[in-house]
């Protein structure tokens, strides 16, 4: 019989425990060879930054010595995928190819030309889902052939599906039996080597120790931590509200969303032993809200997977085209920490410096940077969070940035966090923004959040001068606010086509869920009786012509051939004739002629 | 119009359908009905549809399309130009340097100005944060001048940069519309620096017809200002502006016989530095005159303050029906609203401090009975004393948003019984609004 020699090919899933991929790998196998391309041109130029890069590489380095201990190895290939497989298959005299599947369009773009390169070549080619706990096209499926877009209807779909698969076993000597990996140097350096971040081209001087360091190692002691002696920590890190002190927004050693990114921890592990730890807690069996962390990841890659301009706002189809400001000052502020709020500054200096940050400080910060201070696209926050954010999944960042800039997912727009008042609630005393702004440390608690309000004996016996050593807040965030808040407001009314004066009623809700995201069909959302009552009852002295039958907002095949969904103007020119009326402006949105 | 005046380049493909039918039709494969026993010979075509079923289609199409299909043969270019066509329009002015969204073609822009300004009858400005943009939208009104414009709206998209214009381009571009159009009825200009002036020549040119007037933020204009709008214009139903424009004087104004029925009322109350402003309170018989006169008035009030600065506020009775406070609010100011907004409708809080409300909201469900709609964002409630809240408004309570971490569970409700508990209250499924945890 002909010899099995396999290729596992690594991309994210950077672990040897619940990797079903790798298992196929070495099943009846003689050899195997684990790959990973890096392409060491790109790193340089890449989005990521240097605290991503050490992760990864970190990552790397344990994935081989796990390998090793193995007696195999990881070859890391600085080419391109495409361009060095067919070698590789004729080099190695390779018959399988073995890879995790990859759901974001990007990457089932790739993967779909490896694909066919390897079958072009006689390979048999194994793919197997474990980076999300669910197959996400049969979500869509039940869905009825588009993606849920809000989260109690994506937690109503998973709910009737089966629950996920439990983690497959380790790769083990036991489970490789025969499977050996032909080495020639044992544990030297050579040209299939994990690179140091200076190969990368990365100026590491000053670099200080990871907060967060990579593999799956660290990932696994992690995740049994979290199970330990001390489960009421492991509880209340997943569970509870953050309790009235900065601890929560340190980075914790239970911290684990970094290494579900990179796939050192396998979502399936995670969602079995949070439910073990519910039943060490609570008793009984969990609800379903207990998996929210993991579901939630799931929600957004399943809205991203067939939507390869999930991350643009332009041409998204599931995206509110907000008139944003474009502004690079404004923006740099913001991601360097400059913009004079310490509560906001300290989140992005831990950011840049840790790359992990608690998520109601991202929350604020994206906040701050869109519709509550800056007015500024959710694009530009994600491409800063791509570089910065440890756990920054494309379609995860993506999916967040579009949610807490209102810009889709529907959520209701009337509250913003305010950035003063919403850090002195979580911290009253400030000792998060000592830690990372040295610069305020000797400010009272009373102004730590306001320096600006602090008498100037204040400021000077702080050592740190308002305008000198810190600067001035960059904007007023209560006119800001406010003018923020009635741009969302004619929006969402145009929208959701409501007229009434209830700013509540205005945000398009459950009927949404009938929205043909990728499909061209035109669908007339229905409007609740009491938007109509409000419609009605309040403005029964204008002059509209006719009345809209069921009211609603409807949707016509835009661009792309894609449902230009919710294009704030993407009126015609009929339904805009039915607001004739003198109290809003309804016009319908010329679409230019350039 | 010449074609290709509103570029068409390029769009050939689009007509691809067009012309198919054109070549079908000539082939003797018409999509239209033939007359039984009559083969071949057409009772339709679409060069000969009556002008109302084109002009109807029309209606339906975006400018772009129009264009386009304006282009097939003379009679659907006859038609791309009736007036119908032309009552509205939204300028679009946006720099590339400042926004992401495209401008109104300038070549548009001029035909507009040139051959259907006189159709045009609600306009909207729609510009971006630069100041260009509203200098732009200030020279297109300057030449506004055969116009029977009914409604204006300059909106900014972004910043305020109307504000950026000075203040006698911007008074002479709005007096020209003023002038001009003598019918307006609805003038939406909140952020810009209209000044009483413009606002007179507002009132002697428009007196009869104006029905809504929205001008929130607009710093340059006075008490007195809007007082003489308010004498005159007693068709004014809609007036939005801000609480340092409003008056006893004003509510008696707009409560006299001569006006009709005041049907919304929007006061913004906005502070910029704590302390700095002192807000003057209005006399309870004011309220009470407005009432009486407009029984069915809604009163709707943004708040933007410091907590300290709420003191002059629902100190007495006050017929305010929508309450938004964008900035934190004190407990005792919320226990205020309980006790003397009996109209009130609906109820937005923001933020407040760490004490839980439920007090002051249960007083609020017992008092106000009109209440239909609440939002809650970084404040706290107790469960217990939610469903309390939510059991006694019952069905009414129409729009329910709370955010999920505003809810503190205690001993008798956690988080997943309080979404049956409230949902059993509410007659319909409820879930408090969560965001990603990220």
Same mark, same amino acid.
């Given at each position: 019989?002909?010899?099995?020699?396999?290729?596992?090919?690594?991309?994210?899933?950077?672990?040897?425990?619940?990797?079903?991929?790798?298992?196929?790998?070495?099943?009846?196998?003689?050899?195997?060879?684990?790959?990973?391309?890096?392409?060491?041109?790109?790193?340089?130029?890449?989005?990521?930054?240097?605290?991503?890069?050490?992760?990864?590489?970190?990552?790397?380095?344990?994935?081989?010595?796990?390998?090793?201990?193995?007696?195999?190895?990881?070859?890391?290939?600085?080419?391109?995928?495409?361009?060095?497989?067919?070698?590789?298959?004729?080099?190695?005299?390779?018959?399988?190819?073995?890879?995790?599947?990859?759901?974001?369009?990007?990457?089932?773009?790739?993967?779909?030309?490896?694909?066919?390169?390897?079958?072009?070549?006689?390979?048999?080619?194994?793919?197997?889902?474990?980076?999300?706990?669910?197959?996400?096209?049969?979500?869509?499926?039940?869905?009825?052939?588009?993606?849920?877009?809000?989260?109690?209807?994506?937690?109503?779909?998973?709910?009737?599906?089966?629950?996920?698969?439990?983690?497959?076993?380790?790769?083990?000597?036991?489970?490789?039996?025969?499977?050996?990996?032909?080495?020639?140097?044992?544990?030297?350096?050579?040209?299939?080597?994990?690179?140091?971040?200076?190969?990368?081209?990365?100026?590491?001087?000053?670099?200080?120790?990871?907060?967060?360091?990579?593999?799956?190692?660290?990932?696994?002691?992690?995740?049994?931590?979290?199970?330990?002696?001390?489960?009421?920590?492991?509880?209340?890190?997943?569970?509870?509200?953050?309790?009235?002190?900065?601890?929560?927004?340190?980075?914790?050693?239970?911290?684990?969303?970094?290494?579900?990114?990179?796939?050192?921890?396998?979502?399936?592990?995670?969602?079995?032993?949070?439910?073990?730890?519910?039943?060490?807690?609570?008793?009984?069996?969990?609800?379903?809200?207990?998996?929210?962390?993991?579901?939630?990841?799931?929600?957004?890659?399943?809205?991203?997977?067939?939507?390869?301009?999930?991350?643009?706002?332009?041409?998204?189809?599931?995206?509110?085209?907000?008139?944003?400001?474009?502004?690079?000052?404004?923006?740099?502020?913001?991601?360097?920490?400059?913009?004079?709020?310490?509560?906001?500054?300290?989140?992005?200096?831990?950011?840049?410096?840790?790359?992990?940050?608690?998520?109601?400080?991202?929350?604020?910060?994206?906040?701050?940077?869109?519709?509550?201070?800056?007015?500024?696209?959710?694009?530009?926050?994600?491409?800063?969070?791509?570089?910065?954010?440890?756990?920054?999944?494309?379609?995860?960042?993506?999916?967040?940035?579009?949610?807490?800039?209102?810009?889709?997912?529907?959520?209701?727009?009337?509250?913003?966090?305010?950035?003063?008042?919403?850090?002195?609630?979580?911290?009253?005393?400030?000792?998060?923004?000592?830690?990372?702004?040295?610069?305020?440390?000797?400010?009272?608690?009373?102004?730590?959040?306001?320096?600006?309000?602090?008498?100037?004996?204040?400021?000077?016996?702080?050592?740190?001068?308002?305008?000198?050593?810190?600067?001035?807040?960059?904007?007023?965030?209560?006119?800001?606010?406010?003018?923020?808040?009635?741009?969302?407001?004619?929006?969402?009314?145009?929208?959701?086509?409501?007229?009434?004066?209830?700013?509540?009623?205005?945000?398009?809700?459950?009927?949404?869920?009938?929205?043909?995201?990728?499909?061209?069909?035109?669908?007339?959302?229905?409007?609740?009786?009491?938007?109509?009552?409000?419609?009605?009852?309040?403005?029964?002295?204008?002059?509209?012509?006719?009345?809209?039958?069921?009211?609603?907002?409807?949707?016509?095949?835009?661009?792309?051939?894609?449902?230009?969904?919710?294009?704030?103007?993407?009126?015609?020119?009929?339904?805009?004739?039915?607001?004739?009326?003198?109290?809003?402006?309804?016009?319908?949105?010329?679409?230019?002629?350039? | 119009?010449?074609?290709?005046?509103?570029?068409?380049?390029?769009?050939?493909?689009?007509?691809?359908?067009?012309?198919?039918?054109?070549?079908?039709?000539?082939?003797?494969?018409?999509?239209?009905?033939?007359?039984?026993?009559?083969?071949?010979?057409?009772?339709?075509?679409?060069?000969?549809?009556?002008?109302?079923?084109?002009?109807?289609?029309?209606?339906?199409?975006?400018?772009?399309?129009?264009?386009?299909?304006?282009?097939?043969?003379?009679?659907?270019?006859?038609?791309?130009?009736?007036?119908?066509?032309?009552?509205?329009?939204?300028?679009?002015?946006?720099?590339?340097?400042?926004?992401?969204?495209?401008?109104?073609?300038?070549?548009?822009?001029?035909?507009?100005?040139?051959?259907?300004?006189?159709?045009?009858?609600?306009?909207?400005?729609?510009?971006?944060?630069?100041?260009?943009?509203?200098?732009?939208?200030?020279?297109?009104?300057?030449?506004?001048?055969?116009?029977?414009?009914?409604?204006?709206?300059?909106?900014?998209?972004?910043?305020?940069?109307?504000?950026?214009?000075?203040?006698?381009?911007?008074?002479?571009?709005?007096?020209?519309?003023?002038?001009?159009?003598?019918?307006?009825?609805?003038?939406?200009?909140?952020?810009?620096?209209?000044?009483?002036?413009?606002?007179?020549?507002?009132?002697?040119?428009?007196?009869?017809?104006?029905?809504?007037?929205?001008?929130?933020?607009?710093?340059?204009?006075?008490?007195?200002?809007?007082?003489?709008?308010?004498?005159?214009?007693?068709?004014?139903?809609? /007036?939005?502006?801000?609480?340092? /424009?409003?008056?006893?004087?004003?509510?008696?104004?707009?409560?006299?016989?001569?006006?009709?029925?005041?049907?919304?009322?929007?006061?913004?109350?906005?502070?910029?530095?704590?302390?700095?402003?002192?807000?003057?309170?209005?006399?309870?018989?004011?309220?009470?005159?407005?009432?009486?006169?407009?029984?069915?008035?809604?009163?709707?009030?943004?708040?933007?303050?410091?907590?300290?600065?709420?003191?002059?506020?629902?100190?007495?009775?006050?017929?305010?029906?929508?309450?938004?406070?964008?900035?934190?609010?004190?407990?005792?100011?919320?226990?205020?609203?309980?006790?003397?907004?009996?109209? /009130?409708?609906?109820?937005?809080?923001?933020?407040?401090?760490?004490?839980?409300?439920?007090?002051?909201?249960?007083?609020?469900?017992?008092?106000?009975?009109?209440?239909?709609?609440?939002?809650?964002?970084?404040?706290?409630?107790?469960?217990?004393?939610?469903?309390?809240?939510?059991?006694?408004?019952?069905?009414?309570?129409?729009?329910?948003?709370?955010?999920?971490?505003?809810?503190?569970?205690?001993?008798?409700?956690?988080?997943?019984?309080?979404?049956?508990?409230?949902?059993?209250?509410?007659?319909?499924?409820?879930?408090?609004?969560?965001?990603?945890?990220?």
């Amino acid at each position: 019989m002909a010899q099995t020699n396999s290729i596992h090919w690594f991309r994210k899933g950077l672990r040897l425990h619940d990797n079903p991929a790798l298992l196929e790998a070495v099943r009846g196998a003689d050899t195997l060879r684990c790959v990973y391309f890096l392409d060491p041109w790109f790193a340089g130029s890449s989005n990521l930054g240097i605290n991503s890069w050490r992760f990864l590489l970190q990552c790397l380095e344990d994935l081989d010595a796990s390998l090793r201990k193995l007696n195999s190895r990881l070859f890391i290939i600085r080419r391109q995928p495409a361009n060095i497989f067919p070698r590789f298959f004729k080099e190695w005299n390779i018959s399988r190819l073995t890879f995790e599947c990859d759901s974001e369009p990007f990457g089932k773009e790739r993967d779909a030309a490896i694909r066919k390169l390897a079958s072009e070549a006689g390979l048999e080619v194994f793919v197997r889902i474990s980076h999300t706990l669910y197959d996400l096209d049969k979500i869509i499926e039940l869905n009825g052939g588009h993606p849920p877009l809000t989260y109690k209807r994506f937690q109503t779909l998973v709910s009737s599906m089966h629950p996920p698969d439990p983690p497959v076993e380790p790769l083990t000597q036991a489970n490789m039996e025969t499977c050996i990996t032909p080495i020639t140097k044992e544990g030297q350096k050579d040209k299939y080597s994990v690179p140091l971040l200076e190969e990368l081209g990365f100026d590491t001087e000053g670099l200080g120790p990871a907060v967060w360091p990579g593999g799956e190692t660290e990932a696994l002691a992690r995740i049994e931590r979290q199970l330990g002696p001390d489960v009421s920590t492991a509880w209340q890190v997943n569970f509870e509200h953050p309790l009235l002190n900065s601890s929560p927004l340190l980075p914790s050693p239970l911290g684990l969303s970094p290494y579900l990114r990179f796939g050192c921890l396998s979502c399936h592990l995670f969602y079995r032993k949070l439910a073990e730890l519910y039943n060490k807690v609570k008793h009984g069996s969990p609800p379903i809200s207990l998996y929210d962390k993991l579901l939630w990841r799931e929600f957004f890659y399943t809205a991203a997977t067939n939507n390869p301009r999930f991350d643009k706002m332009e041409g998204n189809p599931i995206c509110i085209r907000i008139p944003w400001d474009k502004n690079p000052e404004a923006l740099a502020k913001w991601a360097e920490a400059k913009t004079g709020f310490p509560w906001i500054d300290a989140i992005m200096t831990q950011l840049r410096q840790e790359g992990w940050i608690h998520h109601l400080a991202r929350h604020a910060v994206a906040c701050f940077l869109t519709r509550g201070d800056l007015w500024i696209s959710w694009e530009e926050g994600m491409k800063v969070f791509e570089e910065l954010l440890l756990d920054a999944d494309w379609s995860v960042n993506a999916g967040s940035w579009m949610c807490h800039s209102y810009s889709s997912f529907f959520q209701q727009f009337f509250h913003c966090y305010c950035p003063v008042g919403a850090g002195r609630r979580i911290d009253p005393n400030g000792d998060y923004i000592r830690r990372y702004l040295p610069v305020l440390r000797d400010f009272p608690a009373k102004y730590i959040y306001d320096p600006w309000n602090a008498p100037e004996e204040v400021q000077h016996s702080a050592h740190c001068v308002v305008g000198q050593d810190y600067p001035k807040p960059m904007v007023n965030h209560t006119e800001a606010s406010w003018l923020n808040i009635e741009r969302m407001r004619q929006i969402y009314q145009q929208l959701s086509r409501y007229r009434g004066l209830s700013l509540l009623a205005a945000v398009p809700s459950g009927p949404f869920e009938d929205l043909n995201v990728n499909g061209c069909r035109a669908v007339v959302l229905p409007v609740t009786s009491k938007k109509q009552r409000g419609t009605n009852g309040h403005h029964g002295h204008r002059q509209t012509k006719e009345q809209a039958g069921p009211s609603g907002l409807k949707l016509r095949p835009g661009p792309n051939g894609h449902t230009s969904s919710i294009e704030h103007g993407g009126m015609t020119n009929k339904e805009a004739c039915h607001f004739e009326s003198i109290q809003e402006f309804v016009v319908p949105q010329h679409p230019g002629t350039s | 119009m010449k074609r290709g005046r509103i570029s068409i380049k390029s769009k050939c493909q689009t007509f691809s359908s067009h012309e198919e039918r054109a070549k079908r039709r000539k082939s003797g494969a018409s999509g239209f009905t033939s007359i039984p026993g009559h083969p071949g010979r057409s009772l339709e075509d679409w060069g000969n549809l009556p002008h109302h079923v084109v002009l109807q289609i029309f209606q339906h199409l975006s400018l772009v399309d129009r264009a386009r299909a304006s282009s097939v043969c003379r009679r659907w270019n006859d038609v791309f130009h009736i007036p119908d066509l032309w009552r509205r329009f939204e300028f679009e002015l946006n720099q590339p340097a400042t926004s992401y969204l495209r401008s109104t073609h300038p070549d548009l822009i001029q035909q507009i100005i040139k051959k259907h300004a006189q159709h045009l009858q609600y306009v909207s400005f729609k510009v971006d944060s630069c100041t260009e943009s509203a200098e732009a939208a200030c020279d297109i009104l300057s030449q506004l001048v055969n116009c029977t414009i009914k409604t204006l709206g300059l909106i900014s998209t972004a910043r305020p940069s109307f504000m950026d214009v000075s203040q006698s381009h911007f008074a002479s571009a709005l007096t020209v519309v003023f002038v001009n159009s003598k019918s307006l009825s609805s003038i939406k200009i909140n952020d810009t620096p209209v000044d009483d002036p413009s606002l007179k020549v507002l009132v002697a040119n428009n007196s009869d017809t104006l029905k809504l007037l929205k001008m929130s933020s607009c710093p340059h204009v006075s008490p007195a200002g809007i007082l003489c709008v308010a004498d005159q214009c007693h068709g004014l139903r809609e /007036l939005a502006l801000n609480y340092h /424009l409003l008056s006893d004087e004003l509510l008696l104004a707009l409560s006299s016989e001569k006006h009709v029925h005041l049907e919304h009322l929007r006061i913004d109350v906005v502070s910029e530095n704590p302390g700095q402003t002192h807000f003057h309170s209005i006399k309870r018989s004011s309220w009470e005159a407005l009432v009486r006169h407009s029984p069915k008035v809604n009163i709707v009030m943004y708040f933007f303050l410091y907590e300290e600065e709420f003191e002059p506020f629902f100190r007495e009775e006050t017929p305010v029906t929508h309450l938004y406070f964008g900035r934190a609010v004190s407990k005792e100011m919320l226990g205020r609203i309980g006790l003397n907004c009996p109209r /009130l409708v609906e109820l937005v809080v923001c933020a407040n401090g760490l004490e839980p409300l439920d007090e002051e909201l249960i007083r609020i469900a017992e008092r106000c009975k009109s209440l239909t709609a609440i939002g809650l964002g970084e404040c706290e409630v107790t469960c217990s004393g939610f469903v309390e809240f939510v059991k006694m408004c019952g069905g009414r309570l129409t729009q329910l948003s709370i955010m999920e971490e505003v809810l503190i569970p205690d001993s008798s409700y956690n988080m997943e019984q309080i979404h049956s508990e409230v949902s059993k209250h509410l007659g319909r499924m409820w879930f408090p609004d969560m965001m990603p945890t990220w």
